[in-house]
Each structure stands twice: as structure tokens, then as C-alpha cells.
Nanobody, 124 residues
Framework: VQLQASGGGLVQAGGSLRLSCAASRRSVSNNVMGWFRQAPGKEREFVAAITYNGGSTKYADAVQGRFAISRDNAKNTVYLQMNSLQPDDTRVYFC??????????????????WGQGTQVTVSS
């Protein structure tokens, strides 16, 4: 499975961006999909994830209330709407496909396929 992430860019603090991640196979509609992010020299950290049918979501405390994850299984695509962005949100954002369909993992080990990452930069 190949994942193509897009939508990153440069935005001012308080602004919004919408990330997209398109999968090459329809079979990902049976899996949890998630977003992680990573700063240079730091560990990759969990951001958000969504179950196979969109029925349940989970967010990191740092983004709760500002970010929203959604998916369109007809398009094999997962989205991350990011609002009220702050300079501390500056990271490379990665999408990933989980091993499970309903159980959301916040650990990198719970995901089997990864996209290439898209840079998000928030200026103050």
C-alpha cells in the first residue's frame, strides 16, 4: 500500500490547513488510519486516528479541539483539518494505516504502512 500525503505548507499562527492522505488500495477502508508528526531530532508523535468506518476518533491532548480527522472510504482518503495552528505545530506530518479496524493505537508500532510526510510550518 502506498500513501500520498499532501496539503502541507506555510501558514501564519491562527490559520488553518487541511492535510489529505490518499491510499493506493481500497482495502485500507478496513483499517484504522492515523496521523503522526515529527520535529527534527525528536520522536514521531501521535496526532489523531480514526476507525475503519469513521465511527470513533482519538486525538493527542495537544491538538484536541483544534484538529479534526475524517475519512472518505470511497476515495481511499483520510483528512486532517487543522485549525488555530500555532508555531509549536510546525512538524512533518505523516499518515499511516493501522493493523486493526476498530482498535486505535497511539503508538507507531500499531501502524503498518506510512506515507512520505508533508511539511507544516506555522509562523508567529
Amino acid at each position: 500500500v502506498q500513501l500520498q500525503a499532501s496539503g502541507g505548507g506555510l501558514v501564519q499562527a491562527g490559520g488553518s490547513l487541511r492535510l489529505s492522505c490518499a491510499a493506493s488500495r481500497r482495502s485500507v477502508s478496513n483499517n484504522v488510519m492515523g496521523w503522526f508528526r515529527q520535529a527534527p531530532g525528536k520522536e514521531r508523535e501521535f496526532v489523531a486516528a480514526i476507525t475503519y468506518n469513521g465511527g470513533s476518533t482519538k486525538y493527542a491532548d495537544a491538538v484536541q479541539g483544534r484538529f479534526a480527522i475524517s475519512r472518505d472510504n470511497a476515495k481511499n482518503t483520510v483528512y486532517l483539518q487543522m485549525n488555530s495552528l500555532q508555531p509549536d505545530d510546525t512538524r512533518v506530518y505523516f499518515c499511516a494505516v493501522g493493523y486493526d479496524s476498530k482498535r486505535i493505537s497511539t503508538d507507531r508500532g500499531g501502524y503498518r504502512y506510512w506515507g512520505q510526510g508533508t511539511q507544516v510550518t506555522v509562523s508567529s
